[in-house]
């Protein structure tokens, strides 16, 4: 049996149920016995005064609860003294009931006020065993308490509670041994029941202004309903005058519909009255018509010049006469109103032929049209190309001009490169002085490369790459370009493999640390950073140059690479033989087929340079794979340059269309929607990811930042021209689509 339950028993009434609280006591040892004396006398208990008692939600000042609550345990020690002071135990023990009788007798949680507290104390106690004196005082002071309250108030349940604590403080006295443990459970409960005031406190504000609230709500309730009602009522009388306007509005249109048919009425009367009047008119036109006809006729038969002719038979002769001119006449008429609008049909059908020639000859025109307007366009963009031409060679004729010295002697060059004549042969094979100076150079700097043995190390500043930041000397690898080759492909293979992407220049540091370790990645950045800078007519350390520096996104190597495997994808699947050969008609399917919107003589360009010349015929066959061989230093075939160079000129036929298409100069600022509407008009054929695309790099913006079309903040969006091309050249741009739709023959 726990504590609690001790003290449930012993004081015979219900404890407030409140939750238990979490309080580690002490290790008390064990309780002694105490015995009470059945010659125990009466006590009196003072009573206390309730007005010390703090009603539920009051805030009280901290100092005042604490000299109220010493003056209430000066108070409980004053009752405690009164109530000890009578002799109510035998030798100093308390009495062990109800330990020793039955368990009848205990107490059920039953106030010892209530009546039926009264019967079942009289039923179930049995005879011979009383209560302790000490108990009986406790119950009675209980009693007596519960009965001097006013329970009318809204604090009726926290004066309630005031003689149970009473009650429990005295038990606690009383019992030494365990006053800590149920000191610490009754302050527990105190601690729980001022939270629970210190809630409520807060809580009455919010009630106070729920109220407002509600009486606020309430107000513009009434408010709106009586708008409302005036609303309604405004409403129905409109609707009552409306309901007479079309009342009224009836009423005359029955007026007006009666005066209707009572004109339509009389014009009828009138109609018919005009009709027999035009009818009694023409009889006597008529009758006016014949007397005169035979006046004539009587005049004429009286004439003295008139012989030999019967005036009776003359008489009916010209009245039948008459009669077949009228007839004549009518049917004239009737001809002239049914045919008036008719033509002859051998005018129709010669007018028909006529058209049918000019029909013709539109359409012949139409044709010519078009075939001249195509032949301007490719004029227009052959007079564009050779404008640029003519500016160029212009441009280099000034050079020339400005540099020109007397032609160089490249075969003293023989003796100096490494490999002699032959290897001399072989690098200036096809090129033009221009390129030979980069080639020679190159030998040398390759020369100069070898001979050092260490690199100077950048420093740590903001503008030095993070795979060349070190302070110091750096060693050199000597690596032999075929092996800078290598190792870039095998860079070139893990990049496009890889599926966290991250900044080109730390995926290369990353590559080199996985390959040759932490500590010999930066010797190695460093020599292959020299020879890539070093060897520009060398395809792949310059383009791995141009990424790795950020002159050029990795995603035009990638594509371009791309497009290399397909057309070759392409040219093997046609060739089902498995031989490595196609003809020419093939090979030129295929590139018609792989770039739909090149030129036609940028496709003679590649077949041209794939071996195809107007000797041969189309059932020629040509090794197509040699058109996609690499030598050792990973220098393409002419064909692969070919594909390349043009990607090139169309990616800045491109964005000079875009330019013109803008018609600002460089140093302008054009907004997101001009050069949206550009690009829609040089290429209608863009899908709308792939314009969100080039828009998001000519202008640099993050995907979750690119704004949809038609929004405010679009015309925000402005850059400088120049920059926006510059970021479009660094990209991979491609036309989608031809400019303009060709119409349908």
Request: glycine share 4%.
């Amino acid at each position: 049996m726990g504590c609690w339950d001790l003290v449930a028993i012993v004081t015979n009434c219900t404890l407030p149920q409140l939750p238990r609280p979490r309080v580690r006591a002490a290790r008390l040892p064990g309780c002694p016995r105490v015995m009470d004396s059945p010659n125990s006398q009466s006590l009196n208990f003072p009573t206390t005064s309730r007005a010390q008692l703090r009603p539920l939600g009051v805030s009280i000042d901290d100092s005042l609860f604490t000299d109220t609550k010493n003056t209430q345990k000066r108070k409980l020690s004053q009752k405690r003294k009164t109530l000890l002071s009578g002799s109510f135990s035998i030798g100093g023990h308390l009495s062990p009931w109800p330990r020793y009788i039955s368990d009848q007798t205990i107490l059920h949680n039953r106030k010892p006020c209530s009546d039926d507290y009264r019967k079942r104390a009289g039923l179930q106690q049995p005879l011979g065993t009383t209560k302790p004196r000490y108990l009986e005082q406790l119950e009675n002071y209980l009693r007596k308490e519960l009965l001097l309250l006013d329970l009318s108030t809204d604090s009726a349940q926290e004066l309630k509670l005031q003689p149970y604590r009473e009650i429990f403080e005295f038990f606690i006295e009383d019992f030494k041994t365990y006053k800590p443990l149920l000191s610490s459970i009754k302050n527990a409960y105190e601690v729980m029941l001022a939270h629970q005031r210190e809630k409520i406190r807060a809580l009455e504000p919010l009630k106070a202004k729920l109220v407002t609230v509600n009486e606020d709500c309430n107000e513009r309730i009434l408010a709106m309903r009586a708008e409302e009602r005036d609303e309604i009522s405004m409403l129905k009388k409109e609707k009552m005058n409306l309901l007479k306007l079309i009342d009224k509005e009836n009423e005359e249109k029955i007026s007006l519909q009666t005066e209707v048919t009572k004109l339509r009425k009389n014009l009828a009367e009138e109609y018919l009255h005009y009709l027999s009047e035009r009818d009694a008119r023409k009889i006597l036109i008529a009758d006016l018509n014949e007397l005169r006809y035979q006046r004539e006729d009587m005049s004429l038969a009286q004439s003295p010049g008139v012989w030999g002719e019967d005036p009776v038979k003359l008489t009916v002769a010209l009245k039948m006469a008459r009669q077949d001119l009228t007839r004549t006449q009518m049917e004239l008429n009737t001809m002239k109103a049914n045919f008036g609008d008719v033509v002859p049909r051998r005018d129709f059908e010669m007018q028909e032929k006529t058209l049918k020639e000019l029909q013709e000859q539109l359409e012949s025109l139409r044709d010519d049209y078009e075939e001249v307007r195509k032949e301007h366009e490719m004029l227009l963009q052959l007079h564009m190309s050779t404008l640029k031409e003519r500016d160029q060679f212009y441009s280099e004729l000034q050079e020339i001009q400005r540099t020109s010295t007397p032609r160089p002697d490249w075969s003293k060059c023989e003796d100096v490169v490494a490999g002699g004549r032959d290897r001399w042969h072989m690098l200036a094979e096809g090129k033009n002085s221009d390129q030979l100076v980069d080639v020679l150079l190159e030998e040398i700097g390759e020369g100069l490369l070898r001979e050092k043995d260490f690199f100077t190390g950048l420093g740590y500043g903001e503008s030095i790459p993070p795979f060349l930041r070190f302070d110091g000397m750096v060693e050199n690898k000597k690596p032999t370009k075929k092996e800078v080759v290598k190792l870039l492909k095998n860079a070139w293979k893990e990049r496009i493999t890889e599926e966290q992407k991250e900044k080109f220049p730390d995926f290369f540091f990353s590559f080199l640390e996985r390959h040759f370790g932490p500590g010999d990645a930066m010797a190695w950045a460093y020599t292959i950073f020299e020879y890539i800078k070093l060897f520009h007519t060398n395809e792949v350390m310059s383009q791995f140059y141009a990424v790795l520096m950020g002159k050029r996104k990795e995603s035009v190597y990638i594509k371009q690479m791309e497009t290399i495997a397909q057309l070759l994808k392409e040219m093997t699947n046609i060739d089902s033989q498995n031989e490595g050969l196609l003809t020419v008609e093939q090979l030129s399917t295929v590139l018609k087929s792989t770039f739909p919107f090149k030129k036609d003589e940028r496709i003679q360009e590649l077949m041209e340079t794939a071996g195809w010349h107007p000797s041969i015929s189309n059932a020629d066959l040509l090794d197509y794979r040699m058109l996609f061989m690499e030598d050792e230093e990973g220098q393409s075939v002419p064909f692969v340059q070919k594909l390349w160079e043009q990607y090139t000129v169309e990616k800045d036929e491109y964005l000079n269309e875009l330019k013109q298409e803008l018609g600002l100069e460089l140093n302008k600022e054009v907004t997101l929607p001009k050069v949206r509407e550009a690009l829609m008009n040089i290429d209608p054929s863009l899908d709308k990811q792939t314009l969100n695309h080039y828009l998001r790099q000519a202008f640099q913006l993050p995907m979750t930042e690119m704004p949809e079309e038609g929004e405010e903040r679009e015309e925000g969006i402005v850059t400088q021209l120049q920059t926006a091309l510059e970021q479009l050249q660094m990209n991979d741009i491609r036309r989608m689509g031809p400019r303009e739709q060709e119409p349908a023959s």
